[in-house]
């Protein structure tokens, strides 16, 4: 068991892993995920690489990140990660409690004053000192540096995995002073079974866009309001920069919105029904139409929304769903006409958004966990630890110097402070 | 605006010009022995620096954003930061003159490139603001650079390895070739590393997820992987020299693969970058 552990967590193992996860991770990313949602993509891969798909189909590469045999690879990985952790803590712990070193070299007729000098200079610190023994050193806290990026990184992995088993996500749709109560049904939600639910109702008071003179999208944000039983509290969702509130996270997205019409329209049977009619923002003014056909009673009816247009006295044209040869009928809010055998009132017009609801633990901890890796990196690469050992002796003084990582990137420096020709200090 | 953006073509293009001067210099100096010309080299190149920093200014003023989203503004603004970091490390440190060899040529290449592609202006999308796209963006910038500056001290020792610097005295020797590119494949690793995750910062603040497998994603885990690879077999396997330096040039391929090619692989959340 300790060998099958052993061999799980050594080092060897980590880089086949990598190695796995870097190679089926490309393979990934070459041939279109089902999971992601691609499955256009994937059938013109398809046509395309007739034989690869074969292959592919037979092997399971449509679904890599999510299969079993990819997540089991990720999780030995996190694995051998917190062993590895644990393993480099106890060694920088170690090394940072590491008893003064021997010194072992002798340089003859050297005193210990310049040396010590320069090394200051040089930005060593005293570590220790007794009667003719100087211990200086530099980037002492270097040695914690595998050790903190290892910290980071299985930090962020272990929360990034509670993240990605805990999180779940909905998307509201709402138009302008529309109040979502808690338990309304969402427009879409990823599990049914379990909704994302602030527990308080809210509402859209205001969806803002704001756009360059090219009429391209430049910023857009909503105003919504919740209520807590007592009053409104009015908060702002914006592109780039979510509404954290009561362990959920509320996105606006840029494509999500435009205006709508209401109706109201009679069927042929003398029913009465209220239609909102949604039109997505256009980016350039141009005229937008309905995303599919509207079914009432029976007929079906699709729309066209213009208001910049030559028609703007009248920006509405509705008509029978499919008929491309069909003339719409224009109306303006308050106007009645027959289409497709409905009675139909342009009552008002509206904004409407959709949100995405989202909830999650705190991702605060993911954060500290890259800022840990960010740390991590740096220490590794710019905080290189050096020690100096000086012992004053009769015949001048003896040394040692030790370097982490990379020593001998600092044999100059090493020599500069010694005051002695290159390749003439002690072996590394 | 439109003027600003009028001149900073021209103003690329005197940079390129400079750094076209430099590269032959250099090029010409180390190879026929003429410290004087590799030395006049080097100056070029620093006055190209200037100027492409304010080619990259008015292009900055002109676009109303970073120079980071078309493949001018990319191509260009890796150029300077590579040409930065080449010079800064040239005059801080003695001995890296020899890496002027390779580096000079390749960041003319990409700037070429560059100028080749064609100064469209785009605005930029209402997702690809804020700070931690800024952040993301800035660190690959110095992650690729660090990586060309890897790459160029493998390439030399591959060149060394073959004997085709004997008449280069500004190479280093191999140790120290060897050294050096593992030193800025370290680099590497971490800004890129820190870049993903910068990236991952701004992907939640922007479409609420901080990974979703998007093959701009994917490639570059994978390039960071290669790089991490390199590094542990380096530092406990003691893989050294023309191995070590192999492996880097696999890792320098899928950096610009991840860098320049995945975006246009298939549909990306990044598909407006580098377009």
């Known amino acids: 068991m300790r060998r099958i552990l052993d061999s799980l967590t050594s080092r060897r193992t980590s880089i086949a892993l990598m190695a796995f996860v870097a190679v089926f991770g490309a393979l990934g990313a070459w041939i279109p995920q089902s999971a992601l949602g691609n499955a256009d993509a994937l059938a013109t891969w398809q046509r395309n690489n007739p034989l690869m798909a074969r292959v592919a189909d037979a092997l399971g590469l449509y679904a890599i990140f999510s299969s079993w045999w990819f997540l089991t690879a990720l999780t030995i990985f996190a694995v051998a990660l917190a062993i590895a952790t644990v393993r480099l803590m106890r060694a920088s712990w170690r090394t940072w409690r590491s008893p003064v070193r021997v010194t072992r070299t002798l340089l003859p007729g050297a005193s210990a004053g310049p040396i010590l000098d320069r090394a200051k200079r040089a930005g060593f610190r005293v570590r220790s000192e007794a009667p003719g023994r100087h211990v200086l050193g530099r980037h002492g806290s270097g040695v914690w540096a595998s050790s903190v990026l290892h910290v980071g990184m299985l930090l962020s992995l272990v929360w990034a995995a509670l993240l990605l088993g805990t999180t779940t996500g909905a998307i509201a749709d709402l138009s302008l002073g529309e109040v979502r109560e808690p338990g309304a049904e969402y427009y879409a939600v990823e599990d049914p079974s379990d909704p994302p639910e602030l527990g308080m109702p809210w509402r859209l008071d205001d969806i803002e866009a704001v756009t360059w003179p090219s009429g391209v999208l430049k910023e857009l944000s909503a105003r919504l309001s919740f209520f807590d039983g007592n009053a409104w509290t009015e908060r702002t969702t914006s592109v780039n920069h979510p509404l954290r509130i009561k362990g959920h996270t509320i996105y606006t997205q840029p494509g999500e919105f435009g205006d709508a019409v209401l109706l109201r329209v009679i069927d042929a049977g003398d029913v009465e029904h209220l239609l909102r009619m949604d039109f997505y923002f256009i980016e350039d003014g141009q005229p937008t139409y309905t995303d599919g056909s509207y079914v009432i009673g029976g007929a079906s009816i699709e729309g066209r929304w213009d208001p910049n247009g030559v028609r703007d006295a009248r920006p509405l044209g509705l008509r029978p769903a499919g008929d491309g040869t069909a003339e719409p009928v224009m109306l303006a809010p308050g106007d009645m006409a027959e289409v497709a055998g409905l009675t139909v009132e342009f009552i008002d017009t509206t904004r409407w958004a959709r949100f995405i609801v989202q909830r999650s633990p705190s991702v605060t901890p993911l954060f500290i966990g890259f800022a840990i890796i960010g740390l991590g990196s740096l220490m590794l690469y710019a905080w290189i630890p050096r020690e100096l050992v000086l012992e004053e002796a009769d015949d001048g003084v003896r040394y040692s110097w030790h370097v982490a990582r990379m020593s001998r990137a600092y044999v100059s420096e090493r020599d500069a402070i010694l005051g002695i020709a290159s390749g003439e200090g002690e072996g590394l | ?275």
């Open chain 2, 1 to 275: 605006m439109e003027q600003a953006l009028a001149l900073e073509i021209r103003v690329h293009v005197a940079a390129l010009a400079a750094y076209a001067v430099a590269a032959g210099l250099v090029l010409f100096g180390a190879t026929m022995s003429k410290p004087r010309l590799t030395k006049a080299g080097h100056l070029v190149a620093l006055v190209g620096l200037g100027i492409h920093a304010a080619a990259l200014g008015l292009r900055w003023y002109g676009a109303g954003h970073g120079p980071y989203l078309t493949r001018y503004e990319v191509l260009s603004s890796n150029a300077w930061v590579t040409m930065a970091f080449v010079q800064a490390l040239r005059l801080r440190r003695r001995g890296s003159e020899g890496l002027a060899v390779f580096v000079y040529p390749a960041v003319l290449l990409l700037l070429g490139l560059a100028v080749y592609t064609g100064p469209e202006v785009k605005l930029l999308p209402l997702t690809f603001r804020g700070i931690w796209l800024v952040l993301h963006v800035a660190f690959y910038f110095v992650a690729f650079a660090a990586a060309i500056l890897s790459l160029g001290y493998g390439m030399l020792h591959l060149a060394r390895d073959a004997a085709l610097t004997s008449r280069v005295p500004a190479v280093p020797d191999a140790a120290e070739l060897d050294r050096e590119s593992y030193r800025f494949a370290g680099l590497t690793f971490a800004f890129w590393g820190i870049g993903m995750l910068t990236g991952a910062i701004w992907a939640y603040y922007s479409w609420g997820r901080f990974w979703g497998w998007d093959p701009v994603e994917t490639w570059s885990l994978v390039t960071w992987f290669v790089y991490g690879i390199y590094l542990h077999a380096r530092r406990f396997y003691g893989i050294r020299g023309r191995k070590a330096a192999l492996l880097l040039v696999v890792g320098f391929l899928l950096a610009v693969i991840s860098l320049f090619f995945t975006s246009f692989l298939t549909t990306s959340l990044h598909s407006e970058y580098f377009h």
